[in-house]
């Protein structure tokens, strides 16, 4: 399930991609979950696990791939219990975190009212311990707290 804390969180990683060029293992980019990633939020392809190849910049590494994508493959990969700070992220990024909530249990940190866009979705707020299922439920609390 998806749990989000709103707001300032002091022992949040609060830029995670400098924390992912530090710390992201080789075999996460070639994850099946990491590939689609990076093909959706990025427009890349993963030739493989030190070449992405980007419409934009050609033949690039793993380091310069977007902030966005580099958070993401945290929250699904990283297994140190760390918080990322999710506002790292644009809004095209919401539906994989969604995803990702999915498959296990996330906590994130969140400074801005992410849009995510659907109709319905689950999200357990920290900060009040409510479960918000849609988009107005999430935006009547977390505009109290960023």
């Not at 300032?8 to 293992?25: C, G, L, Q, V």
């Not at 966005?68 to 918080?83: C, N, Y």
């Amino acid at each position: 399930m998806l749990s989000i804390y709103l707001g300032k969180m002091d022992e949040a990683i609060y830029y995670p991609p400098t924390y992912f060029d530090n710390r992201y293992e080789d075999e996460w980019i070639t994850e099946p979950l990491a590939v689609d990633m990076i093909k959706d939020v990025d427009h890349s392809t993963v030739i493989g696990s030190h070449l992405i190849e980007s419409p934009v910049l050609g033949p690039i590494s793993v380091k310069e791939l977007s902030g966005g994508v580099k958070t993401l493959i945290l929250m699904a990969f990283d297994s140190s219990g760390k918080v990322f700070n999710a506002s790292a992220c644009g809004d095209n990024c919401a539906g994989w975190i969604l995803k990702i909530g999915e498959l296990k249990d996330l906590t994130i940190n969140l400074r801005h009212i992410m849009d995510f866009g659907t109709e319905r979705f689950e999200a357990k707020i920290l900060n009040t311990g409510n479960t918000v299922h849609n988009m107005a439920e999430f935006i009547e609390i977390a505009g109290q707290y960023v």
